[in-house]
């Protein structure tokens, strides 16, 4: 209690917070030395990550060769009547980004007085020719151009101009299709010749393939609230047929962003962000805020995945390196309980220890002092257990073809310590020469495909928030009401949040890796349909 008081009066005293202000934080559920904690980073600054060097293969990533792969898939499939699965998928952004071209295009199109190429001309605009010229391709073609000719009878007597912007206008209408402010999940991204499917419906399909066992899967869903409804009629209407097709009951469930987790904002001085109405404005914490969401889940072995990186072709290629990745993540954990078990049973003695350094510094990166071998054997058998007993991530890393995403590096942490995270290129100061030199020699990105196991060798769950950086969280600049504001964004999901995991990274393929970052990747072919699947 005594803390609690000298927390608000600090509150008061250096940043004028009020009773009300008091109110509205109690409301929200956040504790007051989280709120000073932010307002202290936003003056001191978050430092940047030091990358000492990228990981590369064979110096911090794996290369697995089909035959490696395909052994690994079937040790999972073996071994997967034993475990409890589940998928989890980060659902909760609206599709904004996605449109925002074309959003653009409709703000700044001088509708009566320039075409459509004018514009382009004029703008230099790369997106919106690639989007009219494959505009029949587009899942949705059909559907909105059906309600085009109903809303305007003169439908076919106008010329091609008129019909673009018509259709365009009609895709992002508020009162009509609402493509930008929908759930992702809620699009449509595939063709087939039966029917269009959403992500939704596609990540159902995948539990299916590769994250089932007895012929069950659980996929969890972090969502928006107000995207819930949403999701949930679409899984009524698609659930049955994807149980039916795949003899896989799929029970699906959801969660949101705690609002505990929620920002404060600030303004350019660095004090707190007011509404006109004189209320402090809380921003979301970005995807790190879903650790908390990530650690209240039960399961052996966690799939996660973005909610655009599905695909309509190719589904057994994807089948195998998310087994793969599984069975392989499955073998280093088998030999970490081991480990950990024996150390339990008093089983370790002096000439074990220089097998088990081995095995963590070659198999999971973990990196010993120079003076290691100094150290007591109780003190050796200290440090295993403490750099074992951890949560563990495979991470599947794709080779670097100029696609958006973090990296992974080995970085130096304060303590000097080497470690392999992967890092945003926001984290890393780019003015920095030797810095900026590290980041291009990257060969690889991240595409957010891991394979996650939180429970340890005693099949207790680890406390996932136990295992984040705080230091790594992110100083973001937005808007509100046409007023600049500084927003603090949580250590993200896959970076400072999991920074003190295990973390082994595999090269996959790129055919494991097609987001759907602007409305014209659904062009693509991995997108467009060749064959029902």
Not at 5 to 27: M, N, P, V, W
Not at 153 to 170: A, C, P, T
């Amino acid at each position: 209690m005594e803390e609690s008081i000298t927390k608000k009066d600090s509150l008061i005293k250096r940043y004028g917070f009020t009773e009300a202000d008091f109110e509205q934080i109690k409301t929200q559920g956040i504790a007051l030395d989280k709120i000073e904690t932010e307002l202290l980073l936003f003056q001191s600054g978050i430092p940047k990550i030091n990358i000492e060097k990228p990981a590369t293969i064979n110096d911090g990533i794996v290369k697995l060769d089909i035959n490696e792969f395909q052994v690994f898939a079937a040790k999972f499939d073996n071994i997967k009547s034993n475990l409890k699965l589940k998928k989890f998928v980060p659902a909760s952004g609206a599709a904004t980004r996605m449109f925002n071209f074309l959003n653009e295009f409709l703000n700044e199109f001088d509708h009566e007085n320039e075409t459509i190429n004018a514009y382009i001309n004029r703008n230099n605009d790369k997106n919106l020719p690639i989007f009219l010229a494959g505009i029949e391709k587009f899942p949705f073609y059909e559907e909105v151009k059906t309600k085009l000719k109903k809303l305007y009878s003169d439908y076919y007597s106008l010329e091609r101009n008129e019909k673009s912007y018509l259709f365009i206008q009609l895709m992002l209408d508020p009162n009509h299709f609402d493509f930008a402010n929908k759930p992702k999940g809620a699009l449509a991204f595939h063709k087939y010749v039966s029917h269009i499917s959403t992500p939704i419906e596609e990540h159902l399909n995948e539990c299916a393939f590769y994250a089932s066992s007895n012929s069950v899967s659980h996929l969890h869903f972090t969502v928006s609230e107000n995207h819930e409804s949403l999701f949930k009629n679409i899984i009524t209407q698609v659930k049955d047929k994807v149980e039916n097709k795949s003899g896989t009951i799929i029970h699906v469930s959801f969660s949101y962003q705690h609002k505990s987790t929620d920002t404060i904002a600030v303004d350019h001085k660095n004090k707190p962000f007011r509404r006109e109405n004189g209320q402090l404005v809380f921003r979301p914490g970005g995807h790190g805020a879903l650790i908390n969401n990530l650690n209240e889940l039960d399961a052996d072995v966690i799939f996660i995945k973005n909610i655009d990186n599905v695909i309509q072709n190719h589904i057994n290629e994807i089948t195998l390196y998310k087994k793969g990745l599984a069975g392989f993540m499955v073998d280093l954990q088998q030999q970490i309980f081991q480990i950990l078990t024996d150390i339990d049973n008093q089983n370790i003695n002096e000439n074990d220890i220089e097998n088990i350094i081995s095995f963590m510094t070659k198999e999971l990166n973990i990196l010993v002092l120079d003076d290691f071998h100094k150290y007591t054997l109780d003190n050796k058998i200290d440090f295993i257990k403490n750099k074992l007993n951890r949560p563990i991530r495979i991470c599947g890393m794709v080779k670097n073809e100029g696609e958006p995403g973090g990296g992974p590096f080995w970085v130096r942490n304060l303590k000097g310590n080497l470690t392999l995270q992967i890092i945003e290129s926001s984290q890393i100061d780019i003015n920095n020469f030797e810095q900026a030199e590290v980041l291009k020699k990257a060969t690889h990105f991240n595409p957010v495909d891991l394979v996650c196991a939180i429970k340890n060798y005693k099949g207790e769950k680890f406390n996932l928030l136990q295992f984040v950086d705080s230091n790594t969280g992110f100083i973001v600049h937005k808007k509100s009401r046409g007023k600049d504001l500084k927003g603090y964004e949580l250590p993200g999901l896959w970076n400072g949040a999991m920074a003190k995991w295990i973390t082994v990274f595999v090269e996959v393929p790129l055919v494991t890796f097609n987001p759907v970052k602007t409305v014209n990747d659904l062009l693509k072919p991995a997108h467009q349909p060749q064959y029902e699947n």
